[in-house]
């Protein structure tokens, strides 16, 4: 199903969030099926309030897209957007929302306010919650519980400077990486004297906990995994950041 495909790759940048410490929320800007912005919740690291994630995969998909509206658009988020991002949301005239699990705390579809009824507004914006709910919510509970725990603090993990001497593509279900993208990446990897390791996650099973620590970095970076695509320009701000 389309909906739950997408917020697969929400939750994949909420896993990105976890890893920074960051309170693990990840958004997906989709149009035709095509994911045209990325974005987790960062405002430790950013040192910015409005850096949660549905407003960074908002700048990611108006830049991308050329245009500060994206009225043709779909926005995944993990979690029910909070009144920024319901107001950044309507403002962008995005078509669709679709959120996982539900914001007691801080919602603004209902939770706190209903921002998506306000009839006195003049975009509306269709609304579907539910989506891979269980799974968005369990990734925030483990998350705090490990909190409580003492665990989970952002010294813990080093970031993408430093964190690996090589890039990691990673395939994972229904993205398995081909030869073709290896060969593409290795020109790159070359000039910067970086190494390439591919993980099938899928194949090993034995990977998986392995693949828990690196995928941030591909994440961070916003490699496009999933298609026979490579986008230069990100993979050369990965390479940068991990020299
Ligand atoms: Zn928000």
Same mark, same amino acid.
């Given at each position: 199903?389309?909906?739950? @495909?997408?917020?697969?790759?929400?939750?994949?940048?909420?896993?990105?969030? %976890?890893?920074?410490?960051?309170?693990?929320?990840?958004?997906?800007?989709?149009? =035709?099926?095509?994911?045209?912005?990325?974005? @987790?919740?960062?405002?430790?690291?950013?040192?910015?309030?409005?850096?949660?994630?549905? /407003?960074?995969?908002?700048? =990611?998909?108006?830049?991308?897209?050329?245009?500060?509206?994206?009225?043709?658009?779909?926005? @995944?988020?993990?979690?029910?957007?909070?009144?920024?991002?319901?107001?950044? /949301?309507?403002?962008?005239?995005?078509?669709?929302?679709?959120?996982?699990?539900?914001?007691?705390?801080?919602? %603004?579809?209902? $939770?706190?306010?209903?921002?998506?009824?306000?009839?006195?507004?003049?975009?509306?914006?269709?609304?579907?919650?539910?989506?891979?709910?269980?799974?968005?919510?369990? *990734?925030?509970?483990?998350?705090?519980?490990?909190?409580?725990?003492? #665990?989970? $603090?952002?010294?813990?993990?080093?970031?993408?400077?430093?964190?690996?001497?090589?890039?990691?593509?990673?395939?994972?279900?229904?993205?398995?990486?081909?030869? =073709?993208?290896? $060969?593409? *990446?290795?020109?790159?990897?070359?000039?910067?004297?970086?190494?390439?390791?591919?993980?099938?996650?899928?194949?090993?099973? #034995?990977?998986?906990?392995?693949?828990?620590?690196?995928?941030?970095?591909?994440?961070?970076?916003?490699?496009?995994?999933?298609?026979?695509?490579?986008?230069?320009?990100?993979?050369?701000?990965?390479? $940068?950041?991990?020299?």
């Amino acid at each position: 199903m389309d909906d739950e @495909f997408f917020m697969r790759e929400a939750l994949y940048q909420a896993e990105a969030a %976890a890893c920074l410490g960051e309170v693990p929320v990840g958004a997906v800007v989709v149009r =035709d099926r095509e994911i045209v912005g990325r974005g @987790f919740n960062a405002p430790i690291g950013e040192q910015d309030p409005t850096a949660h994630a549905e /407003i960074t995969a908002l700048r =990611d998909a108006a830049r991308n897209l050329g245009n500060y509206r994206l009225p043709e658009c779909a926005l @995944f988020t993990t979690l029910e957007p909070c009144a920024m991002c319901a107001g950044a /949301i309507l403002h962008a005239r995005v078509a669709r929302l679709v959120y996982g699990a539900r914001d007691p705390r801080g919602g %603004a579809h209902g $939770s706190i306010v209903n921002l998506f009824a306000e009839t006195r507004l003049n975009h509306h914006t269709a609304v579907t919650g539910g989506v891979l709910a269980d799974a968005c919510g369990e *990734l925030l509970r483990n998350f705090f519980a490990a909190r409580r725990r003492g #665990a989970g $603090s952002r010294e813990q993990w080093p970031g993408p400077r430093g964190a690996l001497p090589m890039l990691t593509l990673v395939g994972r279900g229904y993205c398995h990486l081909c030869d =073709d993208m290896a $060969s593409a *990446l290795q020109p790159l990897l070359d000039e910067y004297g970086a190494a390439l390791e591919i993980l099938d996650v899928d194949a090993d099973p #034995a990977m998986t906990e392995k693949y828990d620590e690196l995928v941030p970095v591909l994440l961070l970076g916003g490699v496009e995994l999933c298609r026979h695509f490579l986008d230069e320009a990100k993979v050369r701000a990965v390479l $940068s950041g991990i020299r």
